[in-house]
């Protein structure tokens, strides 16, 4: 019996990135939202295991989502034209999927020590789906740039520390366009003031950058294998 290379690939990238992401996503969102400061930079393990959820299911549904949406494509457009297309719809499909979750997480980086229940209580239905739009636009925008640079840029025999650097570069340009849509997205999710503040935005471009470039570090090797699927 054969492992399908897509499945194994989503189910390592999602424990690698909750692993690896958790304090680079606990400092990015922190950093992100106004008068977080009283927090401090603590990683508290009721908040990982939410973390931890919430990337290992949106890194199966992300790959699994990419690759059905290549497969619908031919030969006419250059590979990379497809990457992008797979890429933005990949993006807005996660989006909807997943903002709900999303925003449970974000409000328990931010209230550590307030148990889940009570944050569940004290948003609703109605704030769980706060920021989908600005969710999608930010998704779309990184990952259509994100995957369609990886396209260009990546070879069929590239080894797999190429695929890794390749992915940390795509993911970089995708999320040096979608940062000051990831400050609008938190805008809305804690309803901050709406005006994106851009002198703000690129004084926080460390914590960001970095969880967006270890992001596409790990999705490499399995976006390589879906780019090349029909190659092999």
Known sequence: MTTNPILSNAALTGAIQALALYPLEVWS??????????VGMKFPLAGFSLSAAQRCLKAG?????????MQQH?????????AAISGATTGLCEAIVFNPLTVLKNHKQISPNKPLL???????IKKLTAGTIATAQRNVTCSCIAMGTFGVITDKDDSKPRQVATG?????????????LERNRLNKVFSLQ???NYARIFTLLCP?????M???AIYGPGLHIINNGKDH
Do not use: C, M, W
């Not at 009570?118 to 609703?124: F, G, S, V």
């Not at 960001?208 to 967006?212: M, N, P």
């Open 29 to 38: 969102t922190r950093r992100f939202v106004e008068n977080s400061q009283k």
């Open 61 to 69: 549904f992300t790959l699994g989502s990419y690759n059905f949406f």
């Open 74 to 82: 031919d030969n006419t457009l250059p590979a990379s034209v497809n």
């Open 118 to 124: 009570q944050i569940l209580n004290e948003l609703r």
């Open 168 to 180: 940390a570069v795509s993911f970089l340009a995708g999320g040096l366009v979608a940062l000051p």
């Open 194 to 196: 709406s005006n994106v």
């Open 208 to 212: 960001g950058l970095l969880k967006v």
């Open 214 to 216: 270890a992001i596409g």
